[in-house]
């Protein structure tokens, strides 16, 4: 049974940093790009970052976060991460992990609740 489970969320200030987890199982982590996505009510989710499969050689970032968020993989652990670096109000948002480079190949998780304010 597939299963993704996001971690790491919470209330921080601009400017500071998070460093959010998913845990995969059920599938073979290692063959599969991953990516992080992010949501608000009211709108579609958005595609944060994403990383190729195995070594992880290849990533892609939203415009809107590149040079501040880092995604990363630890295939032993079946997890990727994603560092998040000066974080502003409208990084706000729940945000889930997917199997697949760009792509959502698997059921969704709970997600993970950033909230960015002072």
């Known amino acids: 049974q597939v299963q993704l489970v996001e971690s790491g969320g919470g209330l921080v200030q601009p400017g500071g940093s998070l460093r959010l987890s998913c845990a995969a199982s059920?599938?073979?982590?290692?063959?599969?790009?991953m990516s992080w996505y992010r949501q608000n009510p009211g709108k579609e989710r958005e595609l944060v970052a994403a990383?190729?499969?195995?070594?992880?050689?290849?990533?892609r970032y939203a415009d809107s976060v590149k040079g501040r968020f880092t995604i990363s993989r630890d295939n032993a652990k079946n997890t990727v991460y994603l560092q998040m670096n000066s974080l502003k109000p409208e990084d706000t948002a729940v945000y889930y992990c997917?199997?697949?480079?760009?792509?959502?190949?698997?059921?969704w998780g709970q997600g993970t609740q950033v909230t960015v304010s002072s």
């Open positions: 059920g599938f073979t982590f290692s063959s599969y790009g």
């Open positions: 997917n199997a697949g480079y760009g792509l959502a190949l698997v059921s």
């Open positions: 990383i190729s499969n195995a070594g992880g050689g290849s990533t």
